[in-house]
């Protein structure tokens, strides 16, 4: 293993920052037709309603339009869906939420696609929606879904350990909190996209923007009726995704377009517009909450309710529940529980995956109401939650002994000693005029891989290709998370090459269905775990591979006295040497490939806590982080300005301290944004932060220098010690501004995202102090 | 309409409608670096710079580059011979999707040309109309500044195409 001073860039790094890397349009080639769909409920105010007709003649009539189709030209069941298949490719009877299609254009440019759109007509009945779970749920309420079983309940679920109630009706000390968290946009800079062409041999060739190419062949096949293995998808490096590329977007239309096209490329890409209105979110959620504790603190019992809003469609939504409620109870070891989750049809724009994955929903609850029981028993905030803190060894609260590694209390100590928490007394009397400051803190987890019920496995191919370099056929996508320069990275150490010294001897071929194996998707916390465990294990193949090979070339008789080198197959003993070059040469292709599989470990016996998961329950990894902010709220404006922030994360060994950094730094900054700033509104199931000037993302200048610090686990199973730990560092920010808001005003805001406007009538009631945190 | 523009150094000649957006020309022209995340200036990572100036291209017509000079990100430097502000983006971990940072770079260069000593808070002014969602912009400040004090260090050191106008 070669180590330097200052480690290399990630291997993506200057041809992104070049401008050199090409992502999906790029290599869309310039005599592509274009195809957009047509979503009418926004310019209409129908969110949900009866589709009459569809007008085509205008558009038909622009020149250049070649074609207009509605549902009646989708083969197939004209349903998309990772695991719940509900969702119309195309509407034909009704439209569920304003960005619901119900036709797909195809024109031979963008600009006469535009007026083809402009020109379309559709003619559709408003029916009575339902925009609110509560009113979704009541006995009358408007059916989203009529031929869903339960009503407007697309899953109701629970968990149930020990005896929460009595636990409850025991407990010396009880808090209680109801909490309400919002919508929130991915805004990845690259919107959904691809292109696709019908090849002569029938093969549905594709470039898409995905997360999931695998996936994504059955998802498209099931609606289409088009055999999954006549679909070929690329994936080239992604300009973000987040979750929000996880499952069909552009890909089922797209197909639809390209076997409407007669052999030539179709391109479909969204505009802001359109990926504001037709993406998915992260999930609104409602939160109902008690917590029960001894008098020094020891949580008893936990008893909640969380309602899911999961829009027009389930896309991931009992998955992403699911997740929320496994970490319900917080990082912390609590007895009994009692966790009750409702996922929820409405009118509403369709939420999905978003990092976080349900849990930063949850977040703010209970730590919320940790910070309330740490008030009512005059705790230090801190304290409490380093006493509650998971250990190797405990119980979680769905029932998992955690034989996995366990740092949380690691990463709070690392606060407990830092200055921006050791000084917080002096540094909030300091406030100047008219400002007030307040410090919080908030410990957060997050799960990592499927969990039980489905393979959680990836299977890596690794070729030495005929000039001597070693190719990693990269199966996970990679949306800028930097798990290909990761993989590039792992297969030098393991292969003892130096990319420092060569950074072509290690390159990646990124996701492709036809070249590559399947692997599970970019997602989930997993993809630098699963798929870097199946790599190290193709490598360690092929190093015994070469040394072997080249012990017939180097007349040796014995392979341990071989060494791989950079470049070369070494003899130290003799001093001799075969590149790697020759011996490529002397192998056949077939021999110089190398094939790695990993299969993620489950919890074993898992605990019968869970009621009416179908996939996922429970989870064995999980990463851990606490958090802290110093904010400084404006008096006269409500304004919070977050001064410092700080994520002390544990995702196992660090493999590479830039990017675990760029990881915390950017959950962290999008955390920040969904706390205080990204206020996603919708009326009637209508978009009202339509575009990028309303519906916001934070700039540079809304965000503080963000720290990270890193606490050096190991997570014996992962490779090289890691764990995931792209998702963790979204769940901090909520709980912990809204902590350190309480802190600064008195009041705990329950009600998020955290708006001047609310802030300001926080500050305008005045409570006595006593009644600060109950 | 027939125009004509210096695109990174090279003289260009091309065909556009009088209504064609100058980011939709340029990407034509295989100008892929420039990206598009809006269409309606509110992201950045169509920046250009136009006769030295930062400037949306997606906000801009075709016809109103005539006669102007470009420069893209890929007129600040190559894989091969990287501006020193592509340099710090990829040593100083700037970079993660990737998709803002032609943009971003060109906001630098920018901010480079004006202030060659820019504080931190003012690398996030000048790269405040430029979004990204992956990186929180810490390591985006870090390598604007590592830039600069480069730059400055360096006698000579400059900015290609955004000297001419501060
Ligand atoms: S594409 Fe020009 S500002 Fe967003
Ligand atoms: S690196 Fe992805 S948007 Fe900036």
């Given at each position: ?242 979750g ?38 992260r ?71 978003f990092r976080g994955f349900g849990v930063a929903q949850?977040s ?82 997050n ?220 959950g962290?900054?999008q955390g920040?944004?969904y ?52 998702e963790v560092g979204l769940n ?43 | ?166």
């Amino acid at each position: 293993m070669h180590l330097r001073s200052s480690p290399p860039p990630r291997a993506d790094a200057l041809a992104k920052a070049t401008g050199a890397e090409r992502y999906v349009l790029d290599f869309a080639p310039a005599e592509c037709l274009s195809a957009g769909a047509y979503r009418p409920g926004a310019a209409l105010n129908i969110a949900h309603g009866r589709v009459l007709g569809v007008d085509a003649s205008a558009a038909l009539a622009v020149p250049g339009v070649l074609r207009v189709l509605t549902a009646a030209d989708v083969p197939g069941t004209n349903l998309q869906g990772i695991v719940h298949k509900d969702q119309p490719v195309l509407c034909g009877e009704v439209i569920r939420h304003a960005g619901d299609p119900v036709a797909l254009v195809l024109a031979e440019s963008a600009e006469s696609l535009r007026r083809g759109l402009a020109a379309l007509r559709a003619d559709i009945e408003p029916l009575p929606g339902v925009f609110d779970p509560e009113a979704a749920l009541k006995k009358d309420a408007p059916l989203v879904h009529p031929q869903h079983k339960g009503g407007n309940l697309l899953l109701g679920a629970r968990i149930e350990k020990g005896d929460a109630r009595a636990a409850l009706k025991n407990a010396p000390v009880v808090v209680r909190g109801e909490f309400s968290t919002p919508m929130q946009e991915h805004a990845f800079l690259e919107t959904q996209c691809g292109f696709a062409r019908l090849l002569p041999d029938g093969v549905l060739d594709m470039t898409v923007s995905t997360q999931a190419p695998f996936r994504d062949r059955f998802e498209i096949g099931h609606a289409l009726a088009l055999n999954p293995f006549k679909i070929r998808i690329r994936a080239p490096y992604l300009g973000g995704g987040f979750g929000g590329k996880d499952g069909a977007t552009v890909q089922c239309l797209l197909a639809l377009a390209a076997l409407n096209a007669a052999g030539r490329p179709v391109r479909m890409s969204w505009e802001r517009e359109e990926s504001i209105l037709a993406g998915y979110k992260r999930h609104a959620v409602h939160l109902r909450y008690t917590l029960g504790a001894e008098r020094d603190g020891t949580l008893l019992a936990l008893s909640c309710r969380l309602t899911y809003d999961t829009g027009a469609y389930a896309h991931l939504g009992c998955e992403v529940m699911e997740l929320g409620m496994e970490h319900a109870a917080g990082p912390y070891r609590v007895p009994h529980t009692h966790i009750e989750g409702r996922c929820v049809y409405t009118n509403n724009p369709i939420a999905g995956a978003f990092r976080g994955f349900g849990v930063a929903q949850v977040s703010p609850a209970f730590e919320g109401l940790m910070d309330a029981l740490a008030a009512k028993l005059c705790l230090d905030p801190l304290e409490l939650r380093r006493k509650n803190a998971l250990l190797p060894g405990d119980e979680n609260c769905s029932g998992v002994t955690l034989t996995s590694s366990v740092h949380l209390a690691e990463c709070l100590d690392e606060l407990a000693a830092h200055p921006l928490w050791t000084t917080r007394q002096a540094w909030r009397a300091a406030a100047p005029r008219f400002t007030r400051r307040g410090v919080g803190l908030a410990a957060v987890f997050n799960g990592m891989g499927y969990g039980r019920g489905l393979a959680d496995m990836a299977i890596a191919k690794l070729e030495l290709t005929e000039a001597g370099e070693f190719l990693v056929y990269n199966s996970v996508a990679d949306m800028g998370q930097g798990n290909a320069a990761a993989f590039a990275l792992l297969a030098a150490q393991e292969l003892n090459q130096s990319l420092a010294e060569n950074p072509g001897a290690v390159r990646l071929l990124q996701p492709d269905t036809e070249r590559c194996h399947p692997s599970g998707s970019s997602s989930a916390g997993r993809t630098t775990y699963t798929f870097g465990n199946a790599l190290l294990k193709a490598c360690a193949a092929m190093r015994e591979k070469l040394l072997a090979r080249a012990a017939m070339a180097l007349f040796v008789d014995e392979t341990q006295a071989l060494e791989l080198a950079p470049g070369a197959v070494l003899h130290p003993a003799s001093g001799r040497s075969l590149p790697l070059t020759a011996l490529a040469r002397f192998l056949k292709r077939d021999d110089r490939v190398c094939v790695g599989e990993f299969l993620m470990p489950v919890a074993q016996d898992p605990p019968d806590t869970g009621r009416a998961f179908q996939i996922g329950f429970p989870h064995l990894f999980f990463s851990y982080g606490a958090h802290l902010a110093r904010i400084e709220v404006d008096e006269l404006t409500g304004r919070v300005r977050v001064c410092d922030f700080l994520a002390a994360t544990d995702g196992g060994r660090v493999l590479d301290r830039s990017c675990f950094d760029q990881q915390a730094q950017g959950g962290a900054a999008q955390g920040i944004g969904y706390a205080l700033l990204e206020e996603f509104k919708t009326r009637g199931g209508l978009i009202q932060t339509a575009d990028l000037s309303t519906c916001l993302i934070p700039t540079a200048l809304d965000l503080p220098d963000i720290q990270s610090l890193a606490v050096d686990g190991h997570e014996p199973t992962g490779p090289r010690g890691l764990k995931g730990v792209g998702e963790v560092g979204l769940n901090g920010p909520a709980p912990a501004l809204a902590s350190a808001l309480e802190d600064a005003t008195g009041e705990r805001l329950r009600d998020f995202p955290l708006t001047p406007e609310r802030v300001l009538a926080a500050l305008n009631k005045r409570r006595p102090p006593s009644r600060r945190r109950a | 309409m027939k125009l004509s523009f210096t695109l990174n150094g090279v003289l260009v000649r091309a065909d556009a409608d009088p209504d064609e957006r100058a980011v939709d020309l340029l990407r034509d022209l295989g100008a892929l670096d420039v990206k598009e995340g809006c269409g309606t200036g509110e992201c950045g990572a169509c920046s250009v710079l136009v006769d030295g100036v930062h400037k949306l291209s997606c906000l801009l017509l075709a016809a109103q580059l005539a006669g102007r000079e470009l420069t893209t990100a890929a007129g600040l430097g190559t894989v091969a011979a990287p501006h020193p502000i592509q340099r710090a983006f990829a040593e100083h971990g700037a970079v993660q999707c990737g998709f803002c940072t032609p943009g971003m770079t060109i906001a630098a260069a920018a901010l480079l040309a004006r202030n060659p000593e820019p504080s931190r808070l003012d690398a996030r002014r000048a790269i405040s109309g430029n979004l990204c969602r992956c990186t929180g912009y810490v390591k985006i400040v870090d390598a604007v500044c590592a830039a600069a004090s480069e730059l400055s260090e360096a006698p000579g050191g400059e900015t290609p195409g955004a000297e001419d106008q501060a």
